[in-house]
């Protein structure tokens, strides 16, 4: 058992708390979540705010707080890490933010010639790997948005491709957002509460191989899914 700091702050000390009570227990009001820190209304609202902020929690629809994209982070970093020891590759996590994706994490590669760090980017999600397998997920009233301002052709072609992704369980962009650079999506299996989420591969367009994608979208797959468990609060 640990010792408490003789120094201990109070305020960070039950920061920390909460941010684990989000991860482990799932969702809460702000009423719970004074009551299982002892603290009041008011000051349990700040502590949310400020996770919040740092992305370590997140405000929902029915305004209870639930786990940040930043505890998304933690739970896939070992699985994008085992993913980039098993294809030699490297690795993103991203979530869907309006039509666009967000990365949130990278895991490079060891190759002198490699994709680099994307955290912290944006991206149509039209056009990128992981964007595309998570519109492939979506109802036709939700995609909508995605379709504005595309001409009768694209939408279309657009149409047809998030066809293909459904059928096969993942995506590619190839070119599309940078030159030179190819990558494989695959979505991770919604979790309550949390916003959808991809992973995807990404490397030099001259070592991509479609030989390859039989087994890395089922290497993909099983990351994927592993996320998504324990992304579950226990």
């Known amino acids: 058992m640990r010792n408490r700091p003789p120094y201990a702050i109070a305020s960070v000390d039950s920061a920390l708390l909460l941010a684990t009570l989000l991860q482990h227990e799932g969702p809460t009001r702000v009423t719970d979540a004074a009551d299982r820190l002892g603290v009041s209304v008011s000051t349990a609202h700040r502590l949310l705010g400020m996770l919040v902020y740092r992305d370590f929690a997140e405000q929902l629809p029915d305004r209870r707080y639930g786990p940040g994209r930043l505890m998304q982070r933690e739970v896939a970093l070992p699985h994008l890490r085992a ?124 070592r991509f191989s479609r030989a390859d994608l039989p087994s890395w979208s089922a290497a993909m797959a099983v990351a994927a899914a592993a996320i998504g468990t324990d992304a579950v609060p226990a």
């Open 83 to 206: 993913l980039v020891d098993r294809l030699g590759e490297t690795v993103n996590l991203m979530v869907l933010s309006g039509t666009d994706v967000r990365f949130l994490a990278t895991v490079e590669c060891g190759h002198i010639l490699r994709v680099g760090d994307r955290a912290g980017r944006t991206l149509p999600a039209r056009l990128s790997s992981g964007g595309k397998a998570l519109l492939a997920g979506l109802s036709a009233d939700v995609l909508a948005p995605t379709f504005e301002g595309l001409d009768e052709p694209a939408a279309a072609r657009l149409q047809r491709e998030l066809r293909t992704v459904r059928r096969r369980g993942f995506a590619i962009n190839d070119q599309a957002t940078e030159a030179g650079l190819t990558a494989v999506g695959v979505a991770i299996p919604p979790v309550a509460d949390m916003p959808p989420a991809a992973i995807s591969v990404a490397l030099p367009s001259v």
